[in-house]
């Protein structure tokens, strides 16, 4: 259980091009899910908490108009990075969080991650 | 100081020993601790989750859970190759929706 499909899987495009990202849980509901960002040997970095049907919360320093989160529905989160540039090529990864039973403590989930190159 | 730390390693074992991995965290309200591992171009991935004090056993897996201390520590038995990856500690706190992880420690078994 707990499955989080992310896609695509890699992108390489030309610098300006607009980017979307799609992150399902597949077999739970998941009323928060979670934007990351990962540069090599780096740690994880949370750029974003999206909320169903609410604005997705995002961390200091992150852009919100250039890194555009919908959540329309209990399943599926997308990221868009508009207008990208090489500066934004990294590893992107959604996570979700089954809330069973409503209980806020249980562990992420996390999809396959996304590699982005913008060239 | 961080709010969550970890030796970056490397942290080299021979294959078959025992890896014993160490945790820290600052905040004394976190509530659940959260293992992951993370192979180098993959996403992290589960692999122990532990909420009150003492050991949690999974096959080869036992996290351990000290809140006096604030420590939390994953070993692993009969170390595997393939257990060769960096492991990220994640903390979650009373109230917060969102993690806070390590840097991670890097681990390779020697063969």
């Known amino acids: 259980g707990a499955v989080v499909s992310q896609h695509p899987s890699r992108v390489i495009c030309k610098s300006g091009t607009s980017v979307k990202i799609e992150c399902r849980s597949l077999d739970f509901q998941a009323t928060t899910m979670f934007w990351y960002r990962q540069f090599p040997k780096q740690s994880l970095m949370l750029m974003a908490t999206?909320?169903?049907?609410?604005?997705?919360?995002?961390e200091q320093g992150v852009e919100k108009d250039k890194f555009l989160i919908n959540h329309a529905s209990l399943t599926l989160s997308t990221l868009t990075v508009t207008s990208a540039h090489p500066e934004d090529s990294s590893f992107y990864i959604c996570s979700a969080r089954d809330r069973v039973g409503g209980r806020s403590n249980q562990p992420q989930h996390f999809g396959d991650g996304t590699r982005l190159s913008i060239l | 100081q961080k709010e969550v730390e970890q030796n970056s390693g490397p942290l080299s074992v021979p294959e078959g020993a025992i890896a014993s991995l160490n945790c820290t965290y600052s905040?004394?309200?976190?509530?659940?601790f959260f293992w992951y591992r993370q192979y180098s171009g993959k996403s992290p991935e589960l692999i122990m989750s532990?909420?009150?004090?003492g050991d949690k056993e999974d096959g080869r897996f036992t996290a351990q859970l000290n809140k006096a201390s604030q420590y939390v520590s994953l070993l692993i038995r009969d170390s595997q190759p393939s257990d060769s990856a960096t492991y990220l500690c994640a903390v979650l706190r009373v109230g917060n929706e969102k993690l806070t992880f390590g840097t991670g420690t890097r681990l390779t078994i020697i063969p």
């Open positions: 532990i909420y009150s004090n």
């Open positions: 905040d004394r309200v976190s509530q659940s």
């Open positions: 999206s909320n169903e049907g609410s604005k997705a919360t995002y």
